[in-house]
């Protein structure tokens, strides 16, 4: 079964990406909080990482480079989700490594659902 990790630090929205990806087989874990996902990540292989940019604690950037750094998790793919609209944001985190990234109010859960099953099965 794939294995998805969900990191976001609002509630809803982990419910809302949890439901919708749960639909689709996927067994899904989530953290709220870059911390407490690199310490799952240390625990479990994930076939994909789905991760808000702006979090408390331990931003998605920082996220991010820490995935991409590590040699267990530096080949999973990432999805970075984010209100932020800017084209230099998009750009630094693909330069960082993700995969893809999507902007939360301009896509339905569906979509996430979508990339995430584009990018497992480039995997």
């Given at each position: ?19 919708a990806?749960?639909?689709q ?14 310490e799952?990540?240390k625990?479990?292989?994930y076939d994909?990482i789905?991760?808000?940019v702006?979090m ?24 970075a989700l ?8 998009a ?13 939360k109010?301009e896509h ?11 990018l497992?099965?480039?995997?």
């Open positions: 079964m794939v294995k998805i990790l969900l990191v976001d630090d609002d509630p809803l929205i982990i419910r809302m990406y949890q439901t990806l749960s639909y087989g996927f067994d899904i874990e989530s953290a709220e909080n870059g911390i407490k996902a690199l799952k990540i625990k479990t292989d994909l789905i991760f808000d702006m408390p604690e331990m931003s998605g950037l920082d996220l991010l480079t820490a995935i991409k750094a590590d040699p267990k998790s530096k080949n999973v793919p990432t999805i984010t209100n932020l609209a800017g084209t230099l944001d750009e630094e985190i693909i330069k960082l490594g993700a995969n893809k990234y999507i902007i109010s339905k859960p569906k979509d996430i659902v979508d990339a995430a099953n584009e497992l099965q480039k995997k």
